[in-house]
């Protein structure tokens, strides 16, 4: 099997590292609820919305875990994925950025270029041969 392209790797590699990040952050946030004597910010907002957010977040960070490690084992779901992931990030961000979000401008600009790379034959033909899921994905 030849190597990853170094985009892909350093796609795989943020999303493992942004999911592994999250999923730290989640377990620490779990302790600080366990604890006596919490942030005033957390008692405020209510045992409900407090673990809604946990979850939510809970969510993105193993998707990005789950993207890292299908992008390295090369699976052809991983690139559905990514693109349903990226058809989500541009229904949130594209309408603040056409409101004048320039934040929001160089999201979805950034995002256009990731998706232009992720649908380029050779990036795709390694998740799929001749339009065909690989035997081994």
């Not at 779990?30 to 979850?55: D, H, N, Q, T």
């Amino acid at each position: 099997m030849k190597p990853l392209p170094l985009g892909l790797k350093l796609l795989a590699g943020f999303f493992l590292i942004f999911g592994g990040t999250g999923v730290f952050c989640l377990l620490l946030a779990c302790i600080v609820e366990v604890l006596p004597g919490k942030s005033p910010g957390v008692a405020e907002m209510g045992p409900g919305m407090y673990w809604l957010i946990i979850m939510v977040a809970s969510l993105f960070s193993v998707l990005h875990l789950v993207m890292g490690i299908g992008v390295i084992r090369r699976k052809p779901w991983t690139w559905w994925l990514i693109v349903a992931c990226f058809i989500f990030f541009f229904a949130s961000h594209a309408p603040n950025a056409m409101a004048g979000g320039k934040k929001d401008l160089l999201s979805v600009v950034a995002g256009g270029l990731l998706l232009w790379y992720w649908f380029r034959p050779s990036v795709k033909s390694i998740f799929f041969k001749a339009g065909i899921p690989c035997a081994d994905g």
